[in-house]
């Protein structure tokens, strides 16, 4: 069984960064893409960004782009969330996910494991 952990989350002001960690245990494979996604009190799931199984292919939220970088170590089954620039839209519980196949999705439907999550503020 596949198990992603998230880690990082944390209080911060306005224009600080926060650095997300994700290890995946169990039966990994190092080929399946991954992902981000997050959601906020009283607002739906939301799509944050995604990699590759190589790394070589991100995608992002068009919110988060050029703030958020998203990179992946696979020999320890660990993928990255590097988030600059913070803002209190931001605020929400991060959660990581191991999708179906090598290439990143921005729909939670191809993901098949996710983590518990670990929450971001964000204060003004």
């Not at 224009?15 to 290890?23: I, M």
């Not at 931001?90 to 518990?116: E, I, L």
Request: aromatic share 8%; charged share 20%.
């Amino acid at each position: 069984q596949v198990q992603p952990v998230e880690s990082g989350g944390g209080l911060v002001q306005a224009g600080g960064s926060l650095r997300l960690s994700c290890v995946v245990s169990g039966r990994t494979s190092t080929n399946n893409a991954m992902g981000w996604f997050r959601q906020a009190p009283e607002k739906e799931r939301e799509f944050v960004g995604g990699i590759g199984w190589s790394g070589g292919n991100t995608i992002y939220h068009e919110s988060v782009k050029g703030r958020f970088t998203i990179s992946r170590a696979r020999a320890s089954n660990t993928m990255y969330l590097q988030m600059d620039n913070l803002s209190p839209e931001d605020t929400a519980v991060y959660y990581c996910a191991v999708a179906r196949g090598a290439m990143p999705s921005r729909q939670f439907r191809d993901y098949t494991s996710r983590g518990q999550g670990t929450q971001v503020t964000v204060s003004s």
